[in-house]
């Protein structure tokens, strides 16, 4: 039986064909700019994935990135005049995932609160293009290249949860195993340090190590996620080998977030945890 293809944000609205063209337009406004992705992301507060994934279609450019990017590529007001359909087709859009994966999608969505704990590899709301990619090309069964792109495509549109506003009040603790583990290679894995540090500097985002030398540990059980859909209870998220569980009963999420609390307290404080992350990427 064949895997189920996950769309692209737009797909089954019929919006995708603009987020392309989009993409391309800026594309070559940013070369006729003479600019690298890189430069031009700095000036518009983007990082280079994000704006690869603007210039692919695959990301849909937020108003304000438009209207930031009309003035640096001095496009005139070309950009700006794109933004009311933009926001129409944002209105139209959803982000599809596998069948088993959108309940959990849409609240993470809507989430006011989101807090992560991860045990073996990066969370994917953190992950760059290049780190989901080889993430999704070493899956065992193996997925077909289309897939692969989709799956990467479909991960990098939940990241627009940190442009959101008002946002999310969004917490990690990461084992310092997922720091060393170099997915993809040296390069892609620094790329994914730096990552860290960006979304690190986010006013609404705190994330936290756990060392690996600590002699104790109040959660063994695997990696979770706890949220808090806007008007609703908190509940908890967690997956193994593929099967997904949607906690809702309050004794079980009450005491995943025990758990969560107490990591929080052991774990190193956020400003120590960045100094941990910037010394691994030294050391790269």
Known sequence: MSERRPETPGEVE?????F???GK???LLRERAGLLQKEFGQLVGYGTDQVSAVERGVRTPRPEFLSRADEVLDAGGLLRAVIPEVERAMA???????????SYAGLEAEAVELHFYASNGVPGLLQTEQHARSVFAKRRPFLAEE?????????????????????????????EVVLDRPIGGRLVHADQLRRLLEIGELRNVEIQVMP?????HPNLGGAFNLLTPRKHPQVAYTEAQGHPR????????????????IMRAIALAPVESRVLIEKKLEGR
Not at 147 to 175: G, M, N
Not at 246 to 260: G, H
Request: charged share 35%; hydrophobic share 35%; proline share 6%.
């Open 212 to 216: 690996t030398s600590l002699e104790e």
């Open 92 to 102: 139209k859009t959803r982000t599809r995932h596998p069948e088993w994966y959108r």
């Open 25 to 27: 337009m800026i594309k």
């Open 246 to 261: 949607l906690i809702t009963d309050s004794e079980e999420v009450r005491k995943i977030a025990d758990r969560y609390g």
């Open 20 to 22: 392309v063209a989009l």
């Open 147 to 175: 897939t692969i792109e989709q799956r990467v495509a479909d991960r990098l549109a939940r990241q627009q949860i940190f442009e959101r506003w008002p946002p999310p009040s969004v917490s990690y603790v990461l084992e």
């Open 14 to 18: 019929g919006t995708t064909e603009l």
